[in-house]
């Protein structure tokens, strides 16, 4: 059978600092193939982010000419800051058979479910262990200023009450397991029926064979 396959649109959310940056790169070591949407962002770089790699950083009048070029495919304003995801390097990927991994709030994951690429979606939302835990990781990342930590557990809960839009929802207490629980659900999410367009043909060429035979 011809290994042709369609692009999974892996779309991962979270409150901030319950651990999707962490699984992400995680998620790209374990499948190098798997594409990462970088998003374009009006927000400061943090210490140890590269632009182009982590973020595309622009400011407000770069992020708004890329939305009225209808060049986002999904955009949305976060903690006071602009946040889209760019449209051409995802049809790109996904016409080529590799799957996009996007770490992007519940707007855009609703904006994209709501797109013509809702049958090639797959959303998965990760909770802390509990409200606590994640002040705790919050803090031990250390990349964020203390009124800007306030500001996110703030609106954690914001994000927290959009779990139940999600295909998978995973509480995210030991990170190897929640890997592996992440890497079984792509694999499965792979084999769906609908990113496997070659399997027509496939039971076409059965059919005749069954006929021939018969
Ligand atoms: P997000 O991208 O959701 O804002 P991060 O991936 O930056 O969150 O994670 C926030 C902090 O929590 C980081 O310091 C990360 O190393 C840590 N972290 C992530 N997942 C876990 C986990 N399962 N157990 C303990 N610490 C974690
Ligand atoms: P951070 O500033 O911590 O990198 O991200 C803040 C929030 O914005 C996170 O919830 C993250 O998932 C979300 N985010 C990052 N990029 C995008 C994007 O392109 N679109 C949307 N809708 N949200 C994004």
Do not use: C
Request: hydrophobic share 35%; proline share 6%; aromatic share 8%.
């Amino acid at each position: 059978m011809p290994d042709t396959r369609r692009g999974l649109l892996i779309i991962l959310s979270s409150p901030s600092g319950a651990g999707k940056s962490t699984l992400a790169q995680r998620l790209t070591a374990w499948d190098p193939t798997l594409a990462f949407s970088v998003s374009a962002t009006t927000r400061p770089p943090r210490p140890g982010e590269t632009d182009g790699r982590d973020y595309r950083f622009v400011d407000d009048a770069a992020f708004k000419a890329m939305v009225s070029d209808g060049e986002m495919l999904e955009h949305a304003h976060v903690f006071g800051n602009f946040y889209g995801s760019p449209r051409g390097p995802v049809e790109q990927a996904i016409g080529a058979g590799k799957d996009v991994l996007f770490d992007i709030d519940w707007q855009g994951a609703q904006q994209i479910r709501n797109s013509a690429l809702a049958a090639h979606t797959l959303s998965i939302f990760l909770l802390p262990p509990s409200i606590h835990e994640l002040r705790r990781r919050l803090e031990s990342r250390a990349k964020d200023a203390p009124e800007t930590i306030a500001g996110r557990m703030q609106k954690s809960w914001d994000e927290i009450s959009h779990w139940d839009g999600y295909d998978y929802v995973l509480v995210n207490e030991d990170l190897h397991d929640t890997e592996d629980r992440l890497t079984s659900i792509i694999t499965a999410a792979r084999l769906r029926r609908v990113q496997q367009p070659g399997l027509n043909a496939h039971v076409r060429r059965l059919q005749q064979e069954f006929e021939e035979s018969t």
